[in-house]
């Protein structure tokens, strides 16, 4: 493989903090950008500048202890968190974190994008947990990273924001698109009245195509929550986690958590069940109450 020079990757990271803040990833002087530019050094992006507005001359070299080799500025205050991801990630060549607002959501109310809601998302990232609240720039947050970087590229920080892994800086910002793009069509899947899941069946069928798509992923799709990786608390998580019904033969299904029996017509609500009718059923009751009311 040809090496990068340090000039280009310096450029790339400066195209990677303008399209976080134009997307609006990031707000203000947030988020943090590093790559991995040696077997003991990383280029960092500085402390306290917009990533919307940095050049290449503001990056900061700094060695895996985090002690600064070359630059005018600070490295980032976030750089315990990236230091962490590449000393369990040898593969691991970029980290970006960021926060999108609508995933940052999820994190806040504490709610993984595990699901298996999108195929494209099974097949890639397979979920993206939720790792524990740890207080930005202290060593809380690497070990809370450390629970599920092995075994997922991406992961939402609670509270916090979004993290992600590449093999280079543009692969790890398209795993925050993707993530950001999850959790926007969960989002309105569920303001509609809930997902369609995809099935175990299904699932398993999609991890096979892994290889397939030449899909390098740090760890199998597991569908049991009492599998390592699955729960709370897990040690060290060992593989993603992805919540599927177990329906056999079915390839989509109604989420078990919704109530919502998709395409039954017949169903009976539930008190937060959406009814759906046609304009001349609601129309045929307008007029009944109509009648009744004479």
Same mark, same amino acid.
């Given at each position: ?16 903090? !303008? ?12 988020? %943090? ?7 003991? !050094? ?51 060549? @970029? ?47 690497? %070990? ?9 590229? $991406?992961?939402?920080? @609670? %509270?916090?924001?979004?993290? +992600? ?12 698109? +993707? ?13 509609? $009245? ?21 899909? @390098? ?13 699955? $729960?709370?608390?897990?040690?060290? *998580? ?15 299904? *109604? ?11 017949? !169903?009976?609500? $539930? ?8 304009? !001349? ?14």
């Amino acid at each position: 493989m040809a090496v990068v020079p340090l000039d280009q990757l310096k450029a790339d990271i400066v195209e990677v903090g !303008r399209r976080l803040y134009a997307r609006g990833f990031v707000a203000s002087n947030d988020g %943090n950008i590093t790559i991995r530019i040696g077997d003991d !050094r990383l280029l960092t992006t500085p402390k306290s500048v917009s990533k919307g507005f940095m050049t290449p001359e503001m990056m900061v070299i700094v060695d895996l202890d985090g002690r600064k080799v070359a630059g005018s500025l600070d490295a980032s205050s976030e750089l315990k968190m990236h230091l962490e991801v590449y000393r369990q990630r040898s593969d691991v060549k @970029a980290v970006v974190h960021a926060h999108p607002a609508v995933a940052t959501g999820f994190a806040v109310a504490g709610i993984p994008l595990d699901r298996a809601v999108l195929a494209e998302v099974i097949c890639t990232l397979g979920s993206i947990p939720i790792a524990e609240y740890a207080t930005p720039s202290t060593q809380e947050l690497p %070990n809370a990273v450390r629970q599920y970087i092995k075994a997922h590229d $991406g992961l939402l920080l @609670a %509270n916090h924001g979004a993290l +992600t892994v590449g093999t280079d800086v543009f692969a790890a910002y398209y795993k925050m698109e +993707t993530i950001e793009h999850f959790a926007k069509i969960s989002l309105t899947a569920r303001l509609l $009245g809930g997902e369609r899941l995809i099935s175990q069946e299904e699932v398993l069928r999609l991890q096979s195509l892994r290889g397939l798509y030449g899909i @390098a992923a740090p760890a199998p799709i597991c569908l049991d929550d009492d599998v390592s990786g699955g $729960g709370a608390g897990v040690v060290d *998580a060992t593989c993603q986690v992805v919540r599927s019904p177990d329906t056999p033969g079915a390839r989509l299904v *109604a989420d078990p958590a919704s109530g919502v029996a998709f395409g039954s017509r017949d !169903r009976v609500p $539930g008190d937060d069940e959406e009814i759906r009718l046609t304009y !001349r059923e609601l129309a045929a009751l307008v007029e009944d109450a109509v009648q009744k009311l004479r």
